[in-house]
């Protein structure tokens, strides 16, 4: 699905025995785009935006932009770091106060298989060796474990049914 640059949240009026209701919040937001990747920065209260396409001539032009959204206001952190991409996933290690970004499809093409992590000021490539190249892939943290595990996804020929995990030095 497309997302045209709208962010709402669900705001309960259960107290006084309402039901809930979806507000948007106006400020500024990043352009419409798909296949972006997003995660909640825990230490630092924030949503990471990061990637993503935008529709054009039957294709996606890939997006190379991180954003933060604080409270209700969207800021343009960087565009140095990650090529263009889309169709990657993003998970915040809060064992490291790191968000991990892992793989996609590049603005050429090219499915990609490369680490990097935003430290909330700048992105730094940590691994270009681990899972094989692949976009649609899940990530998410293991708090128990203090690792980020990647699942699934798929190359230019087929799914993936693997599980790896990267402990912030290797997968």
Known sequence: ??????????????????PMAWVPLVSSPPSA???????????????VLSGGGQP????????RETWELSESRWIKRSISGPSERYY????????RNAT???GGVSETGIVLRDTWEWSGT????????????RYRHA????AARGLTVLFGGRDLAARKAETWVWNGAAW
């Open 100 to 102: 991990v970004l892992f």
């Open 33 to 47: 785009r798909q296949g972006h990747a997003m995660s909640y920065d825990a230490m630092r209260a924030v949503v």
């Open 139 to 142: 990530l998410a943290h293991d």
């Open 88 to 95: 990657h996933s993003t998970s915040y290690d809060a064992v």
């Open 56 to 63: 054009f001539e039957n294709q996606l032009a890939a997006i």
């Open 1 to 18: 699905a497309l997302w045209y640059g709208a962010l709402f949240f669900a705001t309960s009026a259960c107290a006084q025995g309402g």
């Open 122 to 133: 700048t992105w730094i490539v940590r691994a270009t060796a681990g899972p094989s190249a």
